[in-house]
């Protein structure tokens, strides 16, 4: 994949554009694909929880056997990014389109069960699809210490600094980390009260912490505990991360003015088109493309979407991205390797 510096001007005429959108929502309502299904949404819901009770009963007989505590984390591991997958899904209204009901869903899967506060993560999140890999208003970006274009570099000092330069090599063993970076973000905006009932959602993700840390206490030897949250929480941060890196990183940025909604979301995502085992894994956000055009559609017709998109970008000339797995995560190395070239050019000749 070639570099893809910022760029300021619209590589489509904005009118254009717009009646392009219209014509493609027009097709993917005739096919249904924006349809609810929340009785499949029920089913999800009802498995997600079985496999994560499932996984809380092996370590309650596990006897504190080291190697059965390492896989009863790894299996919480994958069906806690299942119930991320369903956080995701209800703030974007993929569920039930009733507040409520999205508000309940977001507190007990987030806040409660994961420890993530909801509040913020949909902020984050929408800000997120309004702008993705805008320079100074994607906060997927702006919250990152690697830098994705080279302007990024002079802001990135001391330690910063030298983790932006060897991102090539640092960013994918970081990403172990997010299911952490996550909370601390919550955290944060929870302390500088940016969301709407800070005290609800600050003691439900406090209630977390005592519940599933007591539960660990109270059914493992110390020594197990700490095995299994090393195990756990790294797992669950390269599920997440790896699950989300990809989506974006190493395609066009930009800075000032914006593209129109069709554009922004086609040029700066890929697709990752997989089986059912890599959909189950991504979450159906392997399909990021039609994602981001259609934030509302429900997952599982995502799959649908897929060649109803590509072909109608392949009719009006728009790029489309489309890769397998494993040579998306390269392109975001060598992207990332690109990007951080200036940095690595500096410390040199320092």
Known sequence: MTDTPAVDSSPYEQAAQDEDFRELTRRVQAAGLMRPRKSRYVAVIAAVWLMNGLGWAALAFSGGTWWKVALAAVWLAVWHEQLAFLVHDAGHRQITRNRKSIQVLGLIHANLMLGVCFGWWVQHHNRHHNHPN?????????????????????????????????????????????????????????????????????????????????????????????????????????????????????????????????????????????????????????YQIEHHLFPGMPRAALRRAYPLVKQFCAERGIPYVETGVLESYRDLADHLGSASEVLRGNTATA
């Open 134 to 286: 805008h320079l100074e208003l994607d906060p997927d970006i702006l919250r990152r210490v690697a830098i994705f274009a080279p302007e990024q570099a002079q802001d990135r000092k001391g330690f910063a600094r030298f983790l932006a330069a060897n991102q090539r090599y640092l960013f994918f063993p970081l990403l172990g980390l997010e299911a952490l970076v996550l909370r601390i973000a919550g955290v944060i905006a929870l302390r500088r009260r940016a969301i709407r009932r800070p005290l609800l959602e600050g003691g439900l993700m406090v209630l977390h912490a005592v519940l599933f840390l007591g539960a660990l206490l109270v059914l493992l030897p110390w020594p197990a505990v700490l095995l299994f949250l090393a195990v756990h929480q790294m797992l669950l941060g390269y599920l997440l991360g790896l699950g989300f890196a990809v989506n974006h990183k190493g395609l066009p940025t930009r800075a000032g003015k914006e593209w129109s909604w069709l554009e922004r979301q086609v040029l700066t995502a890929r697709t990752l088109p997989t089986g059912r085992l890599g959909d189950f894994i991504f979450g159906g956000l392997n």
